[in-house]
């Protein structure tokens, strides 16, 4: 089964610090993979997806994401943080039934951003 | 210029009832979902629906029925409500997968739902 594993339920890092949020991953095939955010009430906001490509990829709000094959990872990072970074965010895994239907989005357990002042 | 709307935003209610969560989409996508968020913060998907057409339908009540009219709207009608049944609903939008290109989901603000 196509699933994702974020192991830090939270993350807590100083303003102006590199930030990194864990994912691995377990796929059977090439993975596509997803980060979104989600702020306090509100809906989850896509930040960047790896499909294929450079492993690097850049999304929205300064985020990037390293695809890492050999460790079966899509760390997420930002190399300056902001306060209003604070968040949870969720890597996901698209699952599919074989068509060319949209396909699901499996999603790992969720980590909690808190970036202090 | 909202791209994927949801109605109502809350909705509380007694056990037992029936309700509906309305969702709809501008944004010319031809594939929808409902996701339920539960009080963990657990994101799974419920039903996904391409051009009118049930796609997905996980492991989910036969009290929940989707029904999509047309492209654009993806409703989610409960009937018979549980406690169980509080958690946030989101509806979510992407283009079908073409090529192997997986497209990206893009999501409402959520419906949250409280059964007294």
């Known amino acids: 089964a196509q699933s994702v594993a974020q192991p830090e339920d939270q993350v807590n890092v100083a303003e102006g610090n590199p930030l990194t949020v864990k994912c691995t991953y377990s796929?059977?095939?090439?993975?596509?993979l997803f980060w979104y955010v989600q702020y306090p009430n509100r809906g989850l906001q896509f930040l960047l997806k790896?499909?294929?490509?450079?492993?690097l990829v850049k999304g929205s709000y300064g985020f990037e994401a390293e695809f890492n094959k050999s460790q079966t990872s899509f760390h997420l990072k930002k190399p300056s943080a902001l306060v209003s970074d604070s968040a949870l965010y969720f890597c996901?895994?698209?699952?599919?039934?074989?068509?060319?239907?949209?396909?699901?989005?499996?999603f790992g357990k969720g980590t909690s951003l808190l970036v202090t002042p | 210029d909202t791209a994927v709307s949801q109605t109502p935003k809350y909705l509380v209610t007694q056990m037992g009832n029936d309700k509906s969560i309305k969702c709809e989409q501008n944004?010319?996508?031809?594939?929808m979902y409902w996701y339920k968020q539960d009080s963990k913060k657990f994101l799974k998907i419920m039903f996904s629906?391409?051009?009118?057409?049930?796609?997905i339908n996980e492991t989910v009540p036969n009290r929940f029925s989707p029904k999509s009219p047309d492209k654009a709207h993806l409703n989610l009608h409960i009937n018979s409500l549980e406690l169980g049944d509080s958690a946030v609903y989101f509806c979510?939008?992407?283009?079908?997968?073409?090529?192997?290109?997986?497209?990206?989901?893009?999501f409402g603000p959520g419906t949250r739902l409280l059964v007294l």
């Open positions: 979510a939008s992407s283009q079908a997968r073409q090529r192997g290109v997986q497209e990206t989901q893009y």
């Open positions: 996901a895994v698209t699952i599919g039934r074989g068509s060319n239907s949209g396909y699901a989005l499996n």
């Open positions: 790896y499909i294929t490509g450079d492993n």
């Open positions: 796929v059977s095939g090439n993975p596509y």
């Open positions: 629906y391409n051009n009118k057409e049930l796609i």
């Open positions: 944004l010319g996508h031809d594939t």
